[in-house]
């Protein structure tokens, strides 16, 4: 009977009716291991909500689950990115393993956990495990194998301890503190305890200890030890006294012992965080985590306070540095992002990919700062669970490398292993599911609900451009498409944008301090230069427009450079200006030099790749008619070929932010300067170098620059025939270094 209603419920799978009526009643009938099985399926579609839903469902399916499917269900929901319920699961299956289990359960799921706790950098967990494994009680001649692993494991705790006592004091207090992440913050702070009694006061050692204290939320004990210290340490240990200000929301003394931070990245963060507790304007918070990063750019913790304090500055507009710096700390700390998005209550990973809406990236950035431990080290973030018992379990954020990321090494060979664990659970069911037939014609009702006009993975074939735009685009980096939205609607945003700046400054100015009387806009008149005061407004707006409905023309045109509408994320932008108002500098130029400073490319990382590249196209939106000379944007022509083969020569990354771009445009040989009428619209390929230039017309430069976000970065791994024309140029740049080889 049971064998009959799953090869009914593998019918229902293979036609991808996975919430039809009858594979719901199947799977009531048939339990929990009918429900894992389609969460399998769904993992193999990268649907993670709707997996992640079904190995939760299968566990707490009508009371306890077998250690088998507890198991088998533990490792579904790592591969779907829930790693805390994956490894509880795992956790269940190995100590509900009955004593004779001939299958291993216990050691196979200690052991798979142990690996994933590791790699997450879990360090109570895996020190935990590592106890369970050398103690599990095993009868037979495998307890003697236990026994000896136990003695094993208490030896090199005892080794370890020994040598962090050895050597001079910076070495020791190094190798102490680093007991905390194998033998535990007991372990650490008993080293640190001897190496002091035996040192003295020594800076390095106080230094380790304090944070340890930090670390630990001990803050009184850490008050105590910093109230005590002489002055010579108390200059030297100014960082761990300014963190511990902060743990007491203390802001005026971390202002102070920070106030001297020059390029220290820790000092920096410290300082900025005390800045955003004390100032209204987040601006100023972020200029000093912006040269934070420059002098750290891996960093976590600075990362992340950079990505919250950017939309806390402008939380409705279009925040390109929420995009990068959410999509970087996926890959750097995805254990610290989806515990941060559990807590806050909403998904890190869905049926999509992951979190897509700006709101819910904001909340799920801002949770994960907030979880950091007191002692706000920029190098190695940490962050503290409660676990049963309330005990604090903590969890580290690896520093980030030069090799895969962290997430990268989290899922390597997955599919291979998913193959492995959905092998186990059809051998536990017993039933040997039938191939399907045709299955890469199918796709399931919910993929089909969230289609646009097209698939992803079908060819799109250019709609609106024609052959020769193409080939220009190519050519040359962008298309212009003039009179691409209604030039009244551009008179009337630039109007009230008049009104905004003279009334409402405070509101819809980036960056507007109404208590400087020498920059305030009262008195602003778009018509008078002398009442200008400042080079450039950002100017929010309070507008949103869907782009097919803003401007056809350009929705068209995104369509056919990007490969379809499906592959779009963004959607609508919203009426943003930038205003070239005019420069103080008598000697500036007209035109950039190739070896200008003020080159780059937009949204840029520390590492930039193309395999990570979302942004798919840069865009410049005219608001007035736009003249020579007026301030205007200038593009190398030539500069995408050459980005492109840096990028391959480079496949770790690029760093495009420390060093912009000119030692590309230096090299350039044509230039362009965008001029045009109210209503044109220019559309960058993401790799193209561009550059403002300085106004000394007297006119104001009136423009927008939204982006295009993809939802999957660019891959110009598929054949050429499916790459879209911004992945082809690159392509093609690539393939004719090869060449000329």
């Known amino acids: 009977m049971a064998e009959e209603l799953y090869l009914r419920l593998f019918a229902e799978l293979n036609e991808s009716r996975f919430d039809s009526p009858q594979t719901e009643s199947l799977l009531a009938e048939l339990g929990s291991r009918a429900v894992a099985f389609r969460a399998f399926a769904h993992v193999r579609r990268r649907a993670w909500g709707r997996a992640r839903a079904d190995f939760v469902r299968a566990l707490d399916h009508h009371g306890e689950v077998d250690p088998v499917t507890a198991w088998i269900c533990g490792a579904g929901l790592i591969a779907a990115r829930d790693y805390d319920r994956g490894l509880a699961a795992l956790s269940q299956a190995a100590a509900t393993a009955a004593p004779d289990d001939e299958v291993g359960v216990a050691t196979r799921a200690r052991k798979l956990a142990l690996k994933y706790t590791t790699l997450l950098g879990w360090s109570h967990e895996a020190r935990e495990l590592r106890e369970s494994i050398a103690t599990l009680d095993i009868h037979g001649a495998k307890h003697l194998r236990a026994h000896s692993l136990e003695l094993q494991r208490r030896a090199a705790i005892r080794r370890r301890a020994q040598q962090a006592l050895e050597g001079p004091p910076e070495t020791s207090a190094r190798k102490a503190f680093a007991l905390l992440f194998r033998d535990g913050p007991d372990a650490a702070g008993e080293a640190l305890d001897t190496l002091l009694r035996r040192h003295g006061q020594h800076p390095a050692l106080l230094r380790a200890r304090l944070r340890l204290e930090l670390l630990l939320d001990q803050l009184e004990a850490a008050e105590q030890r910093a109230a005590a210290l002489s002055d010579d340490n108390a200059a030297a240990l100014r960082t761990e006294r300014a963190a511990l200000a902060l743990a007491w929301g203390d802001a005026n003394q971390a202002m102070l012992l920070t106030r001297e931070a020059g390029d220290d990245p820790q000092l920096l963060y410290l300082r900025g965080l005390a800045t955003r507790l004390l100032v209204d304007d987040p601006g100023e918070a972020a200029e000093l985590f912006e040269r934070a990063r420059v002098a750290l750019p891996s960093s976590v913790a600075i990362n992340l306070a950079l990505a919250v304090t950017r939309h806390l500055q402008d939380p409705h507009g279009l925040n390109a540095g929420i995009e990068r710096r959410f999509e970087e700390l996926l890959e750097w700390a995805p254990g610290l992002l989806a515990d941060a998005a559990a807590s806050a209550g909403v998904s890190l990973w869905t049926d999509d990919g992951p979190a897509a809406e700006r709101e819910v990236k904001a909340k799920i950035l801002q949770r994960a700062h907030g979880m950091l431990t007191s002692e706000r080290d920029v190098n190695l973030s940490t962050y503290a669970r409660r676990g049963a018992g309330d005990q604090l379990r903590l969890r580290h954020v690896a520093p980030v490398g030069d090799g895969p990321s962290h997430c990268a090494k989290i899922h390597q060979d997955e599919d291979e292993l998913i193959s492995q664990y959905e092998a186990v659970l059809v051998w536990a069911i017993g039933v040997r599911p ?72 405070e509101q819809w100015v980036r960056g507007y301090d109404p208590s400087d009387e020498a920059r305030s806009l009262a008195n602003f008149s778009a018509d008078d230069p002398s009442t200008w005061n400042r080079s450039r407004i950002d100017l929010l707006g309070p507008e949103t427009l869907v782009i097919e409905e803003f401007s056809p023309t350009a929705w068209a045109a995104i369509c056919d450079l990007l490969g379809g509408p499906a592959r779009i994320e963004t959607k609508s932008w919203g009426n943003y200006l930038i205003l070239n108002l005019r420069d103080e500098d008598p000697d500036a130029k007209d035109q950039p030099s190739g070896h200008a400073t003020s080159w780059h490319i937009d949204d840029p990382s520390p590492a930039t790749r193309v395999d990570r590249i979302r942004n798919g196209l840069v865009c410049i939106a005219l608001f007035d008619k736009l003249l020579p000379r007026s301030g205007n944007t200038w593009l190398a022509l030539d500069s995408v070929a050459r980005v492109a083969r840096e990028l391959a020569a480079h496949p770790a990354g690029v760093d495009f932010v420390t060093d912009r771009g000119s030692r590309i445009t230096k090299l350039c040989e044509r230039f362009y300067e965008v001029v045009g009428d109210a209503g044109d619209i220019l559309l960058l390929h993401p790799l193209l170098m561009h550059s403002a230039s300085q106004n000394r017309s007297g006119r104001i430069r009136w423009m927008a620059n939204p982006m295009v976000y993809m939802k999957q970065p660019l891959d110009i791994t598929r054949p050429v025939e499916q790459l879209s024309p911004v992945e082809l140029a690159i392509h093609r740049a690539i393939h004719q270094a090869i060449q000329a080889e």
Do not use: V
């Open 434 to 505: 039938p191939q399907p037939e045709q299955a890469d014609a199918r796709r399931s009702e919910h993929e089909a609900e969230r289609r646009d006009d097209s698939d992803p993975t079908e060819l799109w074939t250019p709609r609106y451009l024609s052959h020769e735009q193409i080939e220009q685009f190519l050519r040359d980096g962008f298309i212009l498409l003039p009179r691409a939205f209604d030039p009244e609607l551009a008179h009337r945003w630039r109007e009230d944008a008049k009104r905004r700046l003279r009334d409402e400054p």
